[in-house]
């Protein structure tokens, strides 16, 4: 039996007419840029976020942008980010003006290491963008103390991290603001590019909108220089058609996450993923730790198991830094993980039969 890493077609057939018609809505109305369905998405949102405003924009790489220049970073500052995530958040640091600062991973959750946060902070330092990988919080108690004694601002990468909750709170409420991604693998994805900032502050939100949208809130009035970087119509329209679903499709991710941890745990070289104390880990990926993580992959894949490395190499080892001459003992546990981590099947249609399959063939191996 194959099973694919993600099954879009199979989430879009339980929720076709839905879709169907929330796309045939926005071809009716002529509403292809800004207009209804985006202002209802973005009221929408920000409820499920539990955050008083939702700035879209057309991608998740666009939202971290935003926040960063909204937040006036400027050539000279320090950003301090993780070692281990996807490249937007590092580059748009960069592009924002910044300079990018790598801190290890704690070595069991994935996420940012707090004690290498205060060893990174210098006089230079203006934020900090913790990133909610996996699914799982990072450790935002920590964070948040360090923040505040160095008056630094947090911008939360919430990417793949839609509902999370740390200490029962939701993720993306405890800094100055947070970054979504719809991208279509995403636990909430539109059916191309979109993106989205949240947050409490009215006047960072509107600095926010007014740079997404050509540096005005009026046509024609342009007070700052901007980009453009909206969600269109359809994607929007097709978000709220699909965030109804979110929390059953979380929770069913939840329980394949258990389905897995129980079958693999025993498994001996298997390393399941750590979950630490009161975090609600939502799974956008389920990543296992193998000691022959090259072998196993090949295992899966030549028998129709898709699994994938997220990601083969760690942010500071990249050609795009190659300029900050890193050493491995610099990030030891991000260099350690990216030989070992392998991301299973998850989604949240994924079938007992399917899921055993995998556990199988890990099993077998
Ligand atoms: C997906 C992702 C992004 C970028 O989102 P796009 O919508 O693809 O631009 C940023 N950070 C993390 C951690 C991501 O996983």
């Not at 099973?3 to 879009?12: E, G, H, I």
């Not at 109305?29 to 008083?52: H, K, L, P």
């Not at 269109?232 to 929390?247: E, F, T, V, W, Y």
């Not at 050609?319 to 030891?332: I, K, L, N, S, V």
């Amino acid at each position: 039996m194959a099973v694919p890493f993600a099954d879009l077609q199979l989430q879009y057939q339980t929720i076709k007419d839905e879709i169907d018609r929330a796309i045939a809505a926005v071809i009716r109305d002529n509403a292809f840029i800004r207009g209804s369905y985006v202002d209802a998405f973005e009221r929408e949102f920000a409820e499920a976020a539990e955050v008083s405003h939702c700035v879209s924009c057309a991608n998740g790489t666009d939202a971290l942008y935003l926040a960063m220049t909204a937040l006036k970073v400027k050539p000279g500052d320090e950003v301090i980010t993780t070692a281990h995530s996807w490249i937007s958040t590092s580059a748009m640091i960069t592009h924002a003006g910044a300079t990018v600062v790598f801190c290890d991973t704690d070595g069991s959750t994935f996420t940012i290491d707090p004690a290498a946060i205060e060893a990174a902070v210098t006089p230079r330092t203006v934020g900090i963008i913790p990133v909610h990988l996996y699914g799982q919080p990072a450790d935002m108690d920590a964070i948040m103390a360090i923040a505040r004694k160095q008056k630094l601002w947090v911008i939360e990468d919430c990417a793949q991290a839609h509902l999370a909750r740390y200490r029962g709170r939701m993720v993306g409420t405890f800094g100055d603001a947070a970054t979504y991604s719809f991208y279509p693998g995403k636990n909430l994805g539109a059916m191309g590019d979109a993106g989205a900032v949240v947050t409490n502050d009215a006047g960072l939100a509107e600095h926010m909108t007014m740079l997404a949208r050509h540096g005005g809130l009026v046509k024609h009035q342009h007070r700052i220089e901007g980009i453009n970087s909206r969600l269109d119509g359809m994607q929007a329209a097709i978000l709220s058609a699909k965030l109804p679903h979110l929390a059953a499709w979380t929770n069913a991710r939840q329980h394949a996450a258990t389905v897995y941890d129980a079958g693999l745990n025993q498994i001996e070289e298997v390393v399941v993923p750590e979950l630490a104390p009161e975090r609600r880990h939502v799974y956008h990926l389920y990543t296992i730790r193998h000691p022959r993580r090259d072998a196993l992959a090949a295992h899966l894949n030549a028998n129709g198991v898709q699994a994938a490395i997220n990601y083969p190499t760690a942010l500071p080892f990249l050609a795009a830094y190659e300029r900050f001459g890193h050493r491995p003992e610099q990030f030891p546990n991000a260099y350690r993980d990216q030989g070992r981590i392998l991301s299973l099947p998850m989604f949240a249609e994924i079938t007992r039969q399917q899921q055993d399959e995998v556990i199988d063939l890990v099993r077998r191996f």
